[in-house]
């Protein structure tokens, strides 16, 4: 453990701040730099809006009442936006100007490859000490097995599609079910095999109409009386209800339903495993700091503190667990 007397760099302000989309744990991660902070000895501001507060010059002081109780809350108690600004020189220059006028001596950002690229650049061309805390709920970033939110959103979805496999059982239907993930099928994968879904399709792989019947085909020979397909958001044969359409040409045997989850699977208190993991890392980011550590972002690799370049997160890829997908498959039958 670190002691409280241990400063390498000399910090004495630092500022938190979430950037980007939300995600259940973020207020857990906030409350755990904040408090870590404190006990250190350093003054905390929270900055409003993300890369906009910076712009905006918009950050108010945290104590420890600052956060207290919101524990348990989703979103964040900061805000958190996506900024255009920050993405141009004038921008950044007028953030970094906004950070040394309020004596800030290091940041602590939470977000997602994004994010963390954008951080990339800015530290590239200013003078700002800072750590970064994965979070998404697509779990894709680099460098980490786990981001703050993932866990939150996939049992969000299990929860969902358990209910919606209550309708469809006793009505005779197939749903095809819609989760969030653009270019990730994280959440479509281990969201399949939780709920038992006879198929996943995801944009890491290839999807084949023909295949799809054939699985239905082979679970109407087996006397299912429904079925549940899990369609991330991404997928290259395009959304559930166009991926429901085909299929529904040439598999008719059930009455077919379409159901978009969307935006409940940002939202809810975050699970333990999201609490446990944002106030780890956010402890861990005040003290990575503290012994000098700068402009990485801090991950858990087999249960164990990582750290990685901006660089590495924003251009390197995660290895996606393909195992899995064969596991689903059998599991299936």
């Avoid at 197939?174 to 989760?179: G, P």
């Amino acid at each position: 453990m670190l002691s409280k007397k241990m400063n390498k760099v000399n910090i004495k302000k630092i500022a938190v701040l979430t950037t980007g989309g939300d995600c259940p744990g973020l207020n857990a991660a906030v409350r755990a730099v904040v408090r870590s902070g404190i006990y250190y000895k350093l003054e905390v501001l929270g900055v409003v809006r993300g890369y906009e507060g910076l712009i905006d010059n918009n950050f108010i002081e945290m104590k420890s009442h600052s956060v207290s109780n919101i524990l348990q809350r989703g979103g964040t108690v900061l805000k958190t936006a996506r900024s255009d600004r920050f993405m141009k020189p004038e921008g950044r220059q007028k953030a970094f100007e906004n950070i040394s006028a309020a004596g800030v001596d290091a940041l602590v950002v939470l977000g997602g490859d994004g994010s963390f690229r954008g951080m990339d650049v800015f530290t590239s061309e200013h003078k700002v000490r800072s750590v970064g805390i994965p979070k998404t709920i697509d779990n894709d970033i680099y460098g980490t097995d786990f981001a703050i939110g993932y866990d939150t959103a996939v049992n969000t979805v299990v929860q969902a599609i358990d209910k919606i496999r209550d309708t469809a059982d006793s009505h005779d239907r197939l749903f095809f079910v819609e989760v969030m993930g653009r270019d990730a099928g994280m959440i479509a994968l281990f969201g399949g095999i939780g709920s038992g879904a006879e198929a996943i399709l995801i944009p890491e792989t290839n999807t084949r109409i023909e295949r799809i019947v054939e699985i239905l085909e082979r679970g109407w020979s087996r006397k299912k009386t429904s079925m549940i397909v899990i369609v991330a958001e991404g997928d290259d044969a395009g959304g559930a209800y166009e991926i429901a359409r085909s299929v529904k040409q040439r598999f008719k045997q059930f009455d077919t339903r379409v159901s978009i989850l969307g935006h409940v699977q940002r939202g809810g208190s975050p699970s333990c495993a999201d609490r446990v993991l944002a106030s780890r890392l956010g402890v861990s980011a005040v003290e990575a700091l503290l012994e000098g550590r700068n402009n990485v972002m801090l991950g858990l690799i087999d249960n164990k503190l990582s750290y990685t370049s901006y660089k590495d997160v924003a251009s390197r890829k995660k290895e996606f667990p393909s195992e899995l997908m064969r596991i689903a498959e059998i599991l299936s039958l």
